[in-house]
């Protein structure tokens, strides 16, 4: 079954501790992406990736990083610099010709306390 | 800049009844627009899309939706609601690769 993996699904760190975020998947998908989730907001989205070593910022990048060593992997790193990071973390991938068609993995609910 | 409001918050409706939930845009071309649903706790899934023709586009689950260009609005619409829809509902605008989502409609089903 093809499909993106996020984990852990609830995650619980103290204040000032970096945290990474870990997000896989099998579709063979060119683009992934990271969004952060809060109530009554929406999703905002943090950085996004086309292609394997190249990232971008998205709208709300301060305090977040990324990596893209490999095409099934986008892992996201919450830093201790993130100055409200409890919210729920999205991750999807598209093709690279269809990337407003996003699929979506589970999602991990980060608190931060 | 695009942006996407969805005015309801929260709505309420019967079983069997009738849904419409409102989405309008603001975008200066011609907008690529989305439907996604949230299960509680869960990612989203796309439910239908708007890239241009007919303006009254068919999704999954039995839900369709209208593109309005002079009201900037692309309404999402089911005309028998079951208990099983109920989730959150975001509109979306895509532009240069990226999609810029509404607020969220949270969607009550009540027996």
């Known amino acids: 079954d093809g499909g993106i993996t996020q984990s852990p699904k609830y995650l619980f760190r103290k204040e000032g501790q970096n945290v990474t975020l870990s997000c896989e998947q099998n579709?063979?998908?060119?683009?992934m992406y990271w969004y952060r989730q809060d109530p009554g907001q929406g999703l905002r989205l943090i950085y996004y990736?086309?292609?394997?070593?190249?990232?971008q910022k998205g709208d709300i990048a301060e305090g977040y990083s990324v990596s893209r060593e490999k095409k099934e992997s986008f892992p996201l790193t919450v830093t201790s610099a993130q100055k409200n990071p409890t919210a729920f973390y999205l991750c999807?991938?598209?093709?690279?010709?269809?990337?407003?068609?996003?699929?979506f993995g589970p999602g991990t609910r980060l608190t931060v306390t | 800049a695009q942006s996407v409001t969805q005015p309801d918050i929260h709505i309420t409706v019967s079983e069997g009844a009738s849904l419409e939930l409102r989405c309008n845009y603001s975008?200066?071309?011609?907008?690529?627009l989305f439907w996604y649903v949230q299960s509680p706790g869960q990612g989203l899934q796309l439910l239908l899309k708007y890239f241009s023709g007919d303006t009254l586009v068919q999704g999954i689950k039995g839900f369709e939706a209208e593109f309005k260009r002079s009201q900037s609005s692309f309404n999402l619409r089911k005309p028998s609601v079951h208990w099983s829809d109920a989730a959150e509902y975001f509109c979306?605008?895509?532009?240069?690769?990226?999609?810029?989502f509404g607020q969220g409609t949270i969607l009550t089903v009540h027996p």
């Open positions: 975008y200066g071309a011609t907008p690529y």
């Open positions: 979306a605008v895509g532009s240069y690769g990226k999609l810029t």
């Open positions: 579709l063979n998908h060119d683009a």
């Open positions: 990736s086309q292609i394997v070593n190249d990232f």
């Open positions: 999807a991938s598209s093709t690279q010709t269809d990337s407003y068609e996003q699929y």
